[in-house]
């Protein structure tokens, strides 16, 4: 080894040995028989979010939506919250990270319904288009991003 190659070496040591950053924490709130609730919570897992899942009965749950501006019409079978944020539903990881990063003035996001495709609700090649909303704190939702 020359001396250039010892300190592009030396210089790279430091990469290796800096932690890992820290897995943001996400809370899910679930029924305890549902299995793509599990589902989705082990793909925030392996997208790097450290995963709480806490098992409540139907009433809890929907009272825990209303209370966190979840309306009927936006619902789906859990809730999570991650960073003063919430999300409803079958929100792909990717959409999370976005929210996050731009940090938007509002409730959080939702994926109404189980759409066939969306992270835990996978069927093999089958994908039904799909739209994560924005919801904003008045209630009024769009479309945060699309998913074909």
Request: overall charge positive; hydrophobic content about 45%.
């Amino acid at each position: 080894m020359d001396r250039r190659q010892f300190l592009l070496a030396a210089l790279g040591v430091p990469l290796f040995l800096r932690p890992a950053a820290a897995a943001m924490p996400l809370e899910v709130f679930k029924s305890p028989t549902c299995g793509c609730c599990a589902a989705w919570a082990a793909h925030m897992t392996r997208a790097g979010f450290a995963v709480t899942a806490k098992n409540v009965g139907q009433s809890v749950l929907w009272d825990l939506k209303a209370r966190s501006g979840i309306s009927p019409k936006l619902s789906s079978c859990h809730t999570a919250f991650v960073e003063g944020y919430v999300v409803e539903g079958h929100v792909p990881a990717d959409d999370v990270r976005r929210l996050l990063a731009e940090r938007p003035e509002a409730l959080g996001l939702a994926l109404p319904g189980m759409p066939i495709g969306s992270p835990g609700m996978e069927m093999g090649s089958r994908r039904d288009p799909f739209d994560t909303l924005l919801i904003r704190r008045d209630g009024a939702t769009e479309v945060f991003a699309h998913h074909a």
